[in-house]
Structure formats: C-alpha cells, structure tokens
C-alpha cells in the first residue's frame, strides 16, 4: 500500500502537466494487443511498485512526497492530508483498472486517470500556501518541460542511458532463452536504436539551423523555404528508415515481446 500510495502520489504531483504535454507532443494510446489483454501502458498487476495502476503511473510519470518534502517544505500536517488525497486517488483508480481488467474495455480508462490526476492536483494545490503553490507550480514546469523533451516522436520516452546501454536493457526485459535468436533481435533492436539516435540529432541539429536562419533578417521567403524543404526531406528520410527497421524487428518477436519493445520506447 505504501508503494502504491507513493506511486499515485507521483500522479497528483505531475499528471496534470503531462497530459498537456502528451496532447502536444506524445502519441495516442495504444489499441490493446491482439490477445485482448490491457494495453501497453497499463502495466501488470494490481497496484504493486511495478504493475497494476500504480506501477502504470510510476512508469510513466514517477514522483514522491519526499520531493514535495525537500522542494516545497510541506509540513507534517499537510504530509497527512496530500497522503490521504493520494490513498483516495489510489483506491478510484484500483478500482477502475480492475473494472477494466473484468470487462475487458480499455478505451476510456486512460482518459479516466488523468481525470482523476487532475482532480487530485487541484486537492493538492488547496492545501499549499501561495509561497508553496509558486514553487509547485515551477515543480510542474519542469515536469512539463521533461516530459516533452522525452515524449517526442522517434524518442524512447524517458528511458536514458547510452545506445548500448539502452540495447541491454531492452534485451534483458525480453528475456529471450534461445542464443541464436537473442542474437538476432539484440542486432535488430541495436539497429533501431542507432536510428532512434539519428532522429534526435537530426531533430537538435535542424532546431540550430533555423535559429541561425532566423538571426538573417534579410533572407528571402524563397531562399528560407528552400532550406525548409532541406531539413524535411532529410528528417523524413530518417523517419522512414527508422520505420522500416521497426517494422523488420516485429517480424521476428512475438504479439507478448512487441509489447515490451513498445514499453520500452523501440517500436510505436
């Protein structure tokens, strides 16, 4: 219950700023997978630090009262009261996703936590005093800005760490037995992750460009069309080979290993 409680609590402190975000920036949820279970997102079991609701929401956004403790100085009594908020929140949720789980509709329940994230956020905010409120307001900015940087499209959505650190982890959560095929998925999911890389840099290095372009008053509309058209052609052109080795990896795992390729940020 602890973990759980603190888990939900990383949804009021920050579900909020990522559903804008998410609306700007992430893609759309998921359709369920093809055995009919919970989509990707919606993790495993029932409110555990790793499955169920909480672990869903701890995945996607994390958070803790130790961080309102340390940033915002709450105190004792106001600890008391974001827990209860928190454990409220918890328990609609738990329920939700069970009820999920036994009807096997999935469509709305998103759409239904972050409801409910933003409902227990504006709880939260009524117990701060305006000092507080002004810092956890920037505590949501920062969430916000995060979850865009990590939310946008060819990214691997938060997961850090280098290239090979990221073909690790990947093949460690796919738990393939067989060495041949682990061999063969480890350099397919390589290759994705090399051009997930080149995506981003493309991405920075186009950004940089257009600010230069943008310091040239004196640059025609043809000429900074032209150079539009530049940065395009290439992105999509990586865009395109980072799908065709997305889609030559789904060929060769299964319905359940796609799925953890897409929890962890390799396929979409």
Request: aromatic share 4%.
């Amino acid at each position: 219950m602890v973990g759980m409680r603190r888990l939900v609590l990383g949804a009021v402190l920050a579900l909020g700023a990522a559903a804008g975000a998410v609306a700007q920036d992430g893609p759309p949820p998921p359709p369920p997978p093809p055995d009919g279970g919970p989509p990707p997102w919606a993790g495993g079991g029932r409110g555990g630090d790793r499955g169920g609701p909480g672990g869903m929401i701890g995945r996607w956004i994390g958070g803790s009262i130790e961080e309102m403790q340390k940033e915002l100085g709450i105190t004792d009594e106001q600890k008391t009261k974001i827990e209860e908020i928190a454990s409220k929140t918890g328990e609609t949720i738990r329920a939700k996703f069970d009820e999920a789980r036994s009807t096997g509709n999935w469509q709305n329940l998103r759409g239904e936590i972050e409801k409910l994230g933003n409902e227990a956020l504006e709880k939260v905010k009524g117990t701060l005093t305006p000092e507080q409120q002004e810092k956890f307001a920037k505590m949501q900015a920062e969430r916000r800005s995060r979850w865009s940087s990590f939310g946008g499209r060819g990214g691997d959505r938060g997961r850090g760490g280098s290239p090979e650190e990221r073909v690790k982890r990947v093949m460690d959560a796919l738990k393939i037995e067989k060495a041949d095929e682990a061999d063969a998925v480890k350099a397919l999911v390589a290759k994705v992750v090399e051009l997930q890389e080149k995506v981003r840099g493309n991405e920075r290095e186009a950004r940089d460009k257009a600010g230069e372009l943008l310091k040239n008053e004196d640059m025609a509309d043809d000429a900074l069309e032209e150079r539009l058209r530049g940065f395009r052609a290439e992105h999509k052109k990586l865009e395109e080979l980072l799908l065709g080795a997305q889609d030559e990896l789904r060929k060769v795992v299964t319905a359940r290993q796609e799925i953890v390729l897409f929890q962890q940020g390799i396929v979409r």
